[in-house]
């Protein structure tokens, strides 16, 4: 009985997969053919831009590797896009079975991802399992509290993979009685209750559209439990990415607000008691105010806060960077930055009112500005362009610390424990989750990080 043989592994540019690729190559490829004949064989399964790193190279296998793993098997590089593909996964809403499951897949590709390139510490953190969390629906957090409270387990990677594996397989079994009377409820919702020609249409239109664009349930736009939980400005974002009609949130060929047979004034109340007249529907109503929760909490204790010196490029010049002291607060959801530093460097900015909301509920309007901070390491090497709010003052100016036992403690060289005194510049919030993970070490009560700043 003849078998067909296996397909040679391919890559086309994805670090996530050259770790992987390069093991199969290795395993189905080197052990059985001569290095001319392993570097041909290379060439012909790589991709368009893979190839262009190879151009050149007929006998030197180890020199075209080197090459690969220079573009491709940076162990930091990979950790970063897998934190940015948590981060970009979109929080779950209630229902979404199917979302869940995504997220299970997504979580253990990951974790398999960073194992494999020998970092699984850069997941299995707080920070990261935090990020995971916030992802999961009030419903399924609360069945994790439960779980790991009742079993006397720490919120470890390993405890959450376990968990949500049988939770995913608990949720496909229970799938298969769905799919069984799904046609029965779409029979039932066809009846209908003979309303008005009006609303026929309409349930016409919406069916024939592909019901919820949202979340592609069966109900209309307004209606959908995620686009009510969005704020106002994510709602206009996804009306606009839709091409929808601002007035009824309906899509059609050639319809818009400005033809809408529906359009009427907003009627939505503004802060200062007005009425809105703006022919959009009310739930995009907004008055470019955004809310901000601030709290805080103080202890007595002194505590050794996670600061770090980097470097922001000021626009003036092409090679002109200036020290900026930088906070790490997991805790905060935006991040911030000390408005008198921002405008002595005259970095990029756009106006914004923002609510602050103090401990006690009280509110207070504030206007200010969101800025662009192009930062970098000490050494210049560019990291990313994060956008932070502008305060007059961040926290009390941080006092002198001698580091050089701590260093020691950690086996670090005294010089890569960068941090000075003085007023905070930046807070960097869990909005930017990839600063708050890295290899991580702990002894004791302490932890060292080392972050992408160092």
Not at 123 to 136: A, G
Request: aromatic share 6%; proline share 5%; hydrophobic share 35%.
């Amino acid at each position: 009985m003849k078998h067909e043989k296996p397909k040679l592994p391919t890559f086309n540019g994805d670090v996530r997969k050259y770790f992987i690729f390069k093991a199969d190559f290795q395993h189905a490829v080197e052990s059985y053919y001569s290095e001319r004949d392993a570097i041909a064989i290379l060439r012909s399964c790589l991709g368009p831009e893979p190839s262009k790193l190879v151009d050149g190279i007929s006998t030197d296998l180890k020199a075209a590797w080197n090459y690969l793993d220079q573009n491709y098997g940076d162990p930091r590089v990979i950790s970063d896009l897998v934190t940015a593909d948590l981060e970009r996964f979109k929080a779950i809403q209630p229902g979404e079975d199917h979302r869940f499951c995504e997220l299970v897949n997504l979580v253990r590709r990951s974790y398999n991802i960073l194992k494999e390139v020998k970092r699984p510490q850069d997941i299995d953190n707080t920070h990261v399992i935090s990020l995971i969390e916030r992802k999961m629906p009030k419903d399924d957090l609360r069945v994790w509290a439960r779980h790991i409270y009742v079993q006397k387990l720490e919120p470890s990677m390993t405890n959450l993979l376990r968990w949500i594996d049988k939770e995913m397989t608990a949720r496909l079994r229970s799938g298969a009685a769905v799919r069984k009377t799904g046609n029965l409820r779409t029979s039932v919702n066809a009846l209908g209750t003979g309303g008005n020609d009006h609303d026929s249409q309409d349930a016409n239109r919406n069916k024939s559209s592909g019901h919820c664009y949202v979340c592609k349930a069966n109900h209309y736009v307004d209606q959908c439990p995620r686009f009510q939980t969005m704020t106002p400005n994510e709602r206009w974002e996804v009306v606009k990415e839709q091409k929808a009609c601002f007035s009824c949130l309906k899509k059609g060929k050639g319809h818009t607000t400005a033809n809408c047979l529906r359009k009427k004034e907003c009627s939505e109340k503004n802060r200062d008691g007005t009425v809105c007249k703006r022919p959009h529907h009310k739930l995009l109503h907004t008055e470019n105010s955004s809310p901000v929760q601030v709290s805080s909490l103080q202890d007595k204790g002194k505590a050794l806060l996670p600061v770090i010196i980097g470097s922001v490029k000021m626009p003036s010049s092409v090679d002109a960077f200036t020290e900026a002291s930088v906070f790490y607060d997991s805790g905060a959801q935006i991040s911030m930055v000390r408005s008198s530093f921002a405008e002595s460097l005259c970095l990029e900015s756009k106006p914004v009112k923002i609510i602050i909301t103090k401990v006690g509920g009280v509110e207070e309007e504030l206007a200010t500005k969101v800025y662009k901070i192009p930062i970098c390491t000490v050494h210049g090497k560019p990291v990313q362009t994060i956008q932070a709010v502008g305060i007059p003052q961040i926290s009390n100016e941080v006092e002198e610390v001698d580091t050089t036992v701590l260093a020691s403690m950690f086996g670090l060289v005294a010089s890569e424990d960068r941090r000075k005194a003085g007023p905070i510049d930046l807070l960097i919030g869990i909005n930017y989750s990839r600063f708050h993970v890295g290899e991580t070490k702990v002894k004791a009560s302490l932890v060292a990080r080392r972050s992408p700043l160092g």
